[in-house]
């Protein structure tokens, strides 16, 4: 009884989703400028989708990093989301190039295929697609000079590794993401390292403690936290109508940390 009624009192608590749970029909009764550019970056292009916060003044932008299933509607609900907050936010599909045919990430036949894809992406390619964006996004002309860039799973070790690339970041956002082991690596870190974790990921939390250590001796700012009783991903299951509680709770309260970090770009 109880914890039926937590789960209720959960499902509203500040949820982002509460009015459109579907990120599709959040997508399309979304106020907001939506718009897909082509970055380019070297003989490729890389498809990203933008969508723009309705503001009086220039705007921090986000950069979200996908999973390893690639650019997917959610992704792009989480991108509209940011820009609910006040946010330029850009998601790059980092497949672009690499599907079948040059295509992109819905040109894969499934996301077990997209996802092998990912894995067989060469690391520098990697960075060299997301310097591409972050170099965009600066001339974004109602940009106000802030990045913060955010990654989940998969995209949270690449948002984590790419902040030993690029120095000019205001803050990485990292969801159930692994760091880089080099000390080398994590000595280039030049912005605070925010964790976000489900309790139950071992996989993931095993290495926190190594890189608590490794970033601490360079004395860098990495601040994980570890949502009682979330697993995996807790992001996009505490969206589902089924959700675990934890896992819903995991996710709202992430939001509000989200919020907290974000009053410091705007």
Known sequence: MIKNLFFL????????????????????KSPRHQEWVNVAVKERSIKSFIVYPEVKKAAPVVIIIHENRGLTDWVRGIGDVFAEKGC???????????????????????????????????PEKVTES???????????????????????CWG???????ATNEENIESVLVFYGTAPTSAE??????????GFYGENDNRVNATIAETKK???????????????????GFMRTGEEINSAIENLKAKNDSWERIDTILKTVR
């Open 9 to 28: 009192v959960s499902t509203f608590y500040t949820s982002v989703y509460a009015q459109y749970p579907n990120e599709n029909v959040r997508l399309e």
């Open 88 to 122: 330029i936010s850009i998601c790059p599909d980092l497949l672009s190039g690499f599907a079948p045919n040059g295509g992109n990430t819905s040109d894969f036949k499934n996301q077990d295929e997209a996802r092998d894809a990912i894995y067989a992406l060469k």
């Open 130 to 152: 997301i310097k591409a964006i972050y170099e965009y996004a600066t001339k974004i002309p109602s940009f106000n000079g802030k990045i913060i860039v955010v990654g989940y």
């Open 156 to 162: 949270g070790s690449q948002a984590f590794r790419f």
């Open 185 to 194: 690596e994590i000595s280039k870190i030049r912005t605070k390292i925010y």
């Open 214 to 232: 490794l970033m601490y001796s360079f004395s860098k700012f990495y601040e994980p936290i570890i949502y009682k009783g979330a697993g995996h």
